[in-house]
């Protein structure tokens, strides 16, 4: 048990913790957007591009979903927000494994399901990011209590 | 993928293959039920568990017997039966086709478990029975060097033998059980990416022809349409000069070709598209009209759109032609040979089909070789289990059957490439020997 006193003027989101949310949202867009290339051209390279900016999406989701779950224990008063942080990484989570797995389907089997999924988990990962950037503010964080 | 997606995917997995735990049996003969397409987000998979066969052997029917003749080769695939009763088996592992998304790193670790783990032969091996007695006590290398060899066909007093990437011809003499020198280049295989890289082989009567089943380059075209040029079609191959064409084509996988006696006319047996079910889509027999096209991969069993292949062909699904048999989905028929008189009254007419097994069908399909019984040249009737018992109730798997071929004394040649051993199914009362007793001990006929 280990209490942080954090003297520090402004405590924002931890900087690992805000690489790992941030890489996450590129990488959906990117799926995103292959997406809209193939559903385009019929170019399977870019099915391809998405299933891996998809599975890239969901390396860091995945940690920064860990990471949130462990803040929900030590955001004290800032209880709500961290909630709220971790619900929307989870969402994202579900949504992207989900597209996970319809992108592992063959050719055009991906679509139209693979695009619209694209959408929801690209619009998941910007609101969980900007929750998270948005959890902790100046003096707001006073103790933090395992 | 993260190491939490993969479990959730095993999770996943264990809740899909719950859903389907009991697919209707799969249809045989001309018209099959085709069920609607599933979708789902992961092919349910259940992977055969290799073991070792210890005291057990292969199930054949009440009157035959069945012997190991040949065992610890380099991944046996097809035989031939030489005209003096020598039998060549190829041996190899060919293909490599890249990873192209994370969905074939993982595929392919889970897939690989059901196979075999010893290296490629890439070796024809010759196996002689010099006193009849049913045991090959010679072993001979014939050939080495090869790149995968898989299809041959003996014919015009030259052994012509399809690698991965090459059709090549050694001459042959009769009672030769070494080849003379490194073979000779017929032509060319297509063999970029290979992701079927088994090249099937048959020759016409005459020797003029040979005709080489090449499998399409995906499972529905997720490498790209221009990956599938001289793909999915059986080439005619101009023994003479080389030059080839195509014989038919929209065949996904024509694993094995066989010329049938008497009309000449081409058989294939086909491996067809996975991920629809597990009732979609049936692999099949079928004979090759010349200039046909049978769908792949716009539509299966005739004009059925495969929803997945964009843009479509409209054009060319109108002429898709129907094949003859279904052997049943997934089963993996990867050997066929027609059958002859000597092989009793049963199995007369008709052809025996190799069934290498599924890995996507929770409930296994294939692991066995089957007799399609035909009347007036074509199939007529259900298909007759011959050898069974390659996998256990539990699921262990002790082989999986790959080429078959019809020895005119009166035997079935099997190749196992699991257990990588080559299996002698014989007409019992037909061993002329006195040890034939003993033959009879070691073959399991009571179907346990």
Not at chain 2, 317 to 339: E, Q
Request: with cysteine.
């Amino acid at each position: 048990m280990v209490a942080i006193v954090d003297h520090r003027p402004a405590r924002a989101i931890h900087p690992l913790h805000a690489v790992l949310l941030a890489a996450a949202l590129p990488l959906f867009l990117g799926g995103l957007l292959s997406d809209i290339a193939y559903s385009r051209s019929y170019e399977i390279q870019w099915s391809n591009f998405a299933a891996w900016l998809i599975a890239g999406g969901m390396v860091f989701t995945g940690v920064a979903l860990l990471w949130a779950f462990i803040d929900l224990f030590r955001a004290g008063r800032r209880r709500a927000r961290a909630v709220v942080c971790f619900v929307l990484l989870l969402v994202t989570f579900a949504l992207g494994l989900v597209n996970a797995f319809v992108h592992a389907r063959d050719a055009w089997g991906t679509m139209p399901d693979g695009l619209i999924l694209s959408v929801l988990v690209t619009l998941a990962a910007a609101l969980a990011t900007w929750s998270g950037f948005s959890s902790f503010r100046l003096g707001e964080m006073r103790l933090g209590e395992m | 993928m993260n190491r939490s997606s993969l479990l959730a995917a095993a999770a996943l997995a264990a809740l899909l293959a719950a859903c389907d735990d009991n697919p209707s049996p799969p249809e045989y003969g001309a018209n099959p039920q085709l069920p609607e397409q599933q979708h789902g987000l992961l092919p349910s998979m259940k992977i055969a568990a290799p073991a070792s066969w210890g005291d057990r052997r292969p199930t054949v029917p009440e009157g035959f017997t069945v012997t190991a003749i040949a065992t610890d080769l380099g991944i046996p695939r097809q035989t031939l039966v030489l005209p003096n009763g020598d039998i060549l088996v190829a041996e190899g592992r060919g293909g490599g086709a890249p990873a192209l998304r994370p969905k074939d790193v993982i595929a392919g670790v889970i897939k690989a478990r059901g196979t075999t783990s010893v290296q490629s032969g890439n070796r024809l091996t010759l196996l002689r029975d010099a006193d009849g007695d049913g045991t090959y006590e010679e072993r001979t290398v014939f050939a080495d060097n090869l790149n995968a060899p898989y299809g041959m066909a003996l014919v015009n007093g030259q052994l012509y033998v399809a690698n991965q990437d090459a059709l090549v011809r050694f001459p042959y003499r009769d009672g030769q059980t070494r080849a003379e020198g490194p073979p000779e280049k017929v032509t060319g295989l297509p063999s970029h990416i290979n992701h079927h890289w088994t090249k099937s082989l048959a020759a016409s009567p005459d020797g003029r022809f040979l005709y080489v089943g090449i499998g399409s380059n995906s499972n529905i075209t997720e490498r790209g349409m221009a990956a599938e040029a001289d793909r999915a079609m059986v080439w005619e191959v101009d023994a003479r000069t080389g030059a080839h064409r195509p014989y038919a084509t929209g065949l996904r996988n024509p694993t094995a070709l066989a010329i049938q006696p008497g009309s000449g006319t081409l058989w294939a047996v086909v491996n067809e598209r996975d991920e629809l079910g597990p009732n979609l889509v049936p692999d099949y027999l079928t004979s090759v009209r010349e200039g046909g096209f049978y769908g792949w991969p716009y539509s299966y069993w005739g004009q059925t759109l495969d929803p997945r292949v964009q843009p479509q062909d409209p054009e060319r699904v109108a002429a898709a032609i129907k094949p003859d048999y279904s052997l049943g989905s997934h089963v993996a028929a990867l050997g066929v040979a027609f059958s002859s008189p000597a092989m009793g009254e049963r199995f007369a007419e008709g052809v025996f089909v190799g069934e290498h097994g599924s890995w996507n069908r929770s409930v296994p399909s294939g692991y066995r070789v089957i007799f399609v019984p035909f009347r007036d040249g074509a199939p007529a009737g259900p298909p007759v289990d011959v050898v069974t018992g390659f996998m256990g109730e539990d699921g262990k798997t002790y082989g999986r059957p790959v080429g078959v071929t019809v020895d005119p004394k009166g035997a079935l040649i099997v190749a196992d490439d699991l257990s990588n051993t080559v299996w002698r199914v014989a007409v019992a009362d037909r061993s002329p020997t006195a040890d034939a007793p003993s033959d009879m001990g070691s073959a399991t006929t009571d179907g346990n």
